[in-house]
């Protein structure tokens, strides 16, 4: 991976990439014959915990004086932090009614912006949950109640029209026995941000059904997700039987835990995490590139 498409990765510019690297030595990158600095899978990762423990305030070069270990339980100690001392969230997993729940969460992304509650505040949330259930001190119940308020409020989102005429239609879904769907749902709401026009199937499908359905809706492209209970095996089976199907000029999107390692074919675009969105919108549908 070249320096400007890393950059474009993980949203830093390349003259902050290039001063992080004389003066903290990383990214470390290697070198292709004719010198030009080439970065690993591994640094794309970790430098995206760097963007994201700057956007809880630390400064690089407290950051970097971190092992990557280190830096990423750095992460999950502030995301943790930062709900666990919110008065909205305290109220929000143990008290709050569903309609208070959906005023709440519609109240939080008013007041920081789409993308900002996903990063900042959804995300921590569903990781909180997800923590608390497997604890005991989140009921499945609660967490369940909690998961759909967030989905409701996401999709209400989507209903959202464009100040201008949508620059591509993308359908999201997902596969037969693929059920987490939260994930996906943020992707197409952050797709919808960039100023895409963004259709969510509720039901999943098999691969055989969707050439005819993206044919019909006349989509630019189809997204797809991937949790941790897909295999990648079977992950990267159905995308090649997918994309040999599907309408050549149609652009296929994978995104999910499942998709993340040792999935590569051509004509394949894998969102690896919520971040790369807007580059990825950016490169592959603004009309004005």
Not at 161 to 188: C, D, N, V, W, Y
Not at 247 to 269: C, E, F, P, T
Request: glycine letters at 8%.
């Amino acid at each position: 991976m070249t320096i400007q498409q890393l950059s474009q990765e993980v949203g830093i510019g390349v003259d902050t990439l290039r001063i992080w690297e004389r003066r903290y030595g990383f990214p470390a990158p290697g070198r292709d014959s004719r010198g030009h600095r080439r970065y690993s899978k591994q640094q794309v990762e970790e430098l995206r915990i760097v963007a994201k423990l700057q956007s809880l305030g630390l400064r690089p070069g407290k950051i970097f004086s971190l092992g990557a270990a280190e830096r990423r339980e750095l992460l999950f100690e502030r995301m943790d932090q930062a709900l666990a001392e919110s008065h909205e969230y305290q109220s929000l997993t143990t008290d709050l009614k569903p309609d208070e729940i959906e005023r709440m969460l519609s109240d939080q992304i008013q007041a920081q912006g789409l993308s900002n509650f996903i990063y900042q505040w959804a995300l921590p949330l569903i990781h909180q949950l997800d923590r608390g259930w497997t604890d005991g001190s989140i009921s499945i119940a609660r967490e369940h109640l909690i998961s759909d308020c967030l989905e409701q409020v996401l999709k209400e989102q989507l209903k959202a029209g464009h100040s201008a005429k949508p620059q591509a239609q993308i359908l999201f879904l997902t596969l037969s026995g693929e059920r987490h769907k939260l994930g996906l749902l943020m992707a197409a709401a952050l797709f919808h941000e960039q100023g895409g026009a963004c259709t969510l199937l509720n039901e999943e499908l098999p691969p055989s059904e969707i050439p005819q359905l993206a044919n019909e809706l006349n989509v630019d492209a189809v997204a797809l997700s991937f949790s941790v209970h897909y295999s990648t095996r079977k992950a990267k089976r159905d995308l090649a039987s997918l994309r040999n199907t599907l309408d050549k000029n149609i652009k296929l999107i994978a995104g999910g835990h499942a998709v993340r390692q040792g999935v590569s074919m051509q004509n394949l675009i894998i969102c690896r995490e919520l971040g790369q969105i807007p580059g990825l919108f950016k490169k592959y549908f603004d009309q004005k590139n």
